[in-house]
């Protein structure tokens, strides 16, 4: 019988396919003793298993090639870390030495006592690592049953699983799965930002899929709106391969306008810049026609590691961005590490009470000033190389502008007076995403030469909703009048003064909100390049003359029914 199920919509895209089950590594292991003399050879064929995961992690280490090396390498390397982590192998060893077990239960045991240490920690992000410790133990447990790495044939699968890993991802869609359905997780965790880059539809957060769905099951999965159906009917398949030509017209359609210019009806011209933190992503900013980066994220280049990168390997990266937008400005943003996004190289606070109001963004780039001068001077070199304009993350006030603008000024002069050639003049731009930055803005706007709106936190902050947590629903959306009046806020005060304004937090993508952005004055959007397209058409079908005559209607709305009914008045797409 048909049944459809919800998740929350982490990376679009259509499919249609047989389900794979893969329930979590319980690691269904009896318990088995083994007698003293079976010690030494026990431990030997867990350390075969070990080197065999170990060895299985370094080709697809080797594999890996194009855009997503980077990512997808990066999480790789993690397992491999965890493959050589003393707690664990010694750990291991011992209960095999000292309690006899057999190797499969000592595994299952010590799986067990590191699940119970990141239970009990409280951030979110260390938390979920446990994901990884579960990936790299049901290898080391499968090569000692010698199982393959992943069950074959899994060509037009959808594998329906409680959590997935990011370094999965490449290696899933490789092997032909072409959908993925998660109990757990959220649109904006590293799983959904991969998946969206891999153009693998994902669902998470469907609580009951596990409990519902079985092997072989036909299942047909809708990415852009979360809804998974089934056992479809027939009516549902016709409405599903509808969907699938729509959407294949669609493409062809966007693509005629990778070359057409960002332009209302009535003339007037909107700059589309590009949030773009992979190489595959700057390639495709460039090939559409962004004006630039309007938000290079630099803090995935210091997760997933042990060590903060050194000033070389900073300079490089920052330097390629540069160079692959030949001579389009390149926006870096100054490390926003902290909350959702703590490190493994012990930057970030582990102990934090509330991390999302914690040592974050500025914050911590100014409490650690080694590693913020380190990084402001592989950005500095980098502008040797093209226009390159600094962002500075969670700005709270005048004061953190001030304190990074001296840093820059004495780093650029060191960096002169030891030859290196850097632009004459780096705009420094702040991000304004918490509210006392909006509020205060005519206070600093004159120490600032651009301004990005980082909606993604604003809205948190401004309506105390954590943006991660799914159960808050409509809680967290920007369509709250407060919201609105606040951007329209900081567009005028940034325009009064000269200064370019963008927003590049996810509504900035979202063509169906384009209007309202428009009509609170926007001109610069920093989008995904994977939505630039669909952004540019929507961009040209709006009369801005027409659209910002009801821009007053717009800021009286009470609440997010009457936006809506103004967003659909303007003609756009009813949301959801
Ligand atoms: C934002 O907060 O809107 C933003 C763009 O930054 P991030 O999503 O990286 O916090
Ligand atoms: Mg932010």
Redesign the pocket.
């Known amino acids: 019988m048909t049944l459809r199920l919800k998740g929350a919509a982490a990376s679009r895209g259509n499919a249609l396919g047989r389900a794979r089950v893969r329930f979590p590594h319980a690691l269904e292991v009896d318990e088995r003793r083994i007698p003293a003399a079976n010690v030494e050879a026990e431990l030997q064929r867990l350390h075969l298993a070990v080197d065999a995961a170990r060895e299985e992690m370094h080709h697809l280490r080797e594999r890996l090639q194009g855009a997503l090396t980077k990512e997808v390498g990066e999480f790789l390397d993690l397992h491999a870390l965890l493959l050589d982590d003393p707690e664990l192998l010694h750990g291991l060893d011992e209960l095999i030495r000292t309690s006899r077990y057999g190797a499969e239960y000592a595994l299952r045991l010590q799986r067990d006592r590191l699940a119970a240490v990141f239970d009990g920690m409280e951030d979110a992000y260390l938390k979920s690592r446990m994901d990884d410790l579960d990936h790299v133990i049901g290898r080391i447990h499968a090569f000692l049953q010698k199982r393959q790495p992943e069950p074959k044939g899994l060509a037009g699968e959808i594998l329906v699983c409680a959590a997935i890993a990011p370094s999965e991802l490449a290696q899933l869609q490789a092997q032909g799965v072409v959908a993925i359905v998660a109990t757990t997780g959220s649109a904006l965790s590293h799983s959904a930002i991969l998946a969206r880059s891999l153009h693998l539809p994902l669902v998470t957060g469907v609580a009951d899929a596990l409990a519902r769905i079985k092997d072989g099951d036909v299942l047909i999965v809708n990415g852009a709106s979360g809804e998974i159906i089934l056992d479809p009917s027939p009516a549902d398949l016709r409405e599903h391969q509808a969907l699938r030509r729509e959407l294949a017209r669609e493409q062809r359609q966007l693509g005629k306008l990778r070359s057409k210019p960002t332009r209302t009806r009535d003339n007037v011209d909107i700059v589309l810049l590009a949030?773009a933190e992979s190489r595959e992503d700057i390639a495709r900013a460039h090939a559409l026609g962004a004006g630039g980066l309007g938000?290079y994220?630099t803090e995935f280049l210091f997760m997933q590691r042990q060590r903060p990168p050194d000033e070389e390997e900073q300079f490089h990266t920052y330097r390629d961005a540069v160079l692959g937008m030949s001579g389009r400005p390149v926006t870096i943003r100054t490390l926003?590490l902290g909350a959702d996004?703590a490190d493994h190289s012990g930057l970030t606070l582990a102990d934090e009470e509330n991390p999302a109001l914690g040592l974050r963004g500025v914050r911590l780039s100014l409490a650690r000033p080694a590693v913020c001068d380190t990084q402001l001077r592989a950005i500095l070199r980098a502008s040797g190389y093209g226009p390159v304009r600094v962002l500075i993350?969670m700005v709270s006030g005048r004061e953190e502008i001030m304190a990074i603008r001296r840093r820059l000024k004495r780093v650029a002069a060191q960096l002169r007076a030891q030859g290196h050639a850097l632009a004459e003049r780096i705009p420094v731009g702040a991000?304004i995403?918490v509210p006392s930055a909006a509020i205060a803005l005519d206070g600093f706007i004159d120490d600032v030469d651009f301004l990005?709106?980082?909606?993604?936190?604003?809205v948190q902050y401004l309506l105390a909703a954590d943006r991660n947590n799914q159960a808050l629903g409509e809680l967290y959306s920007p369509l709250h009048p407060a919201v609105l009046r606040l951007l329209s806020q900081v567009i005028a005060t940034g325009q009064a003064a000269a200064k370019p304004v963008a927003v590049?937090?996810?509504i900035a993508g979202d063509a169906a909100l384009a209007p309202i952005l428009l009509a609170l004055g926007l001109t610069e959007f920093s989008l995904h390049p994977s939505t630039l397209l669909e952004m540019r058409r929507a961009i040209r079908d709006i009369d801005l003359g027409a659209l910002q005559a009801t821009r007053a209607k717009l800021l009286q709305a009470r609440d997010r029914k009457g936006i809506e009914r103004w967003l659909q008045r303007m003609g756009g797409t009813p949301l959801s």
């Open positions: 949030n938000l994220r926003d996004k993350p991000m995403e990005s709106i980082g909606t993604n936190d604003l590049c937090g996810e």
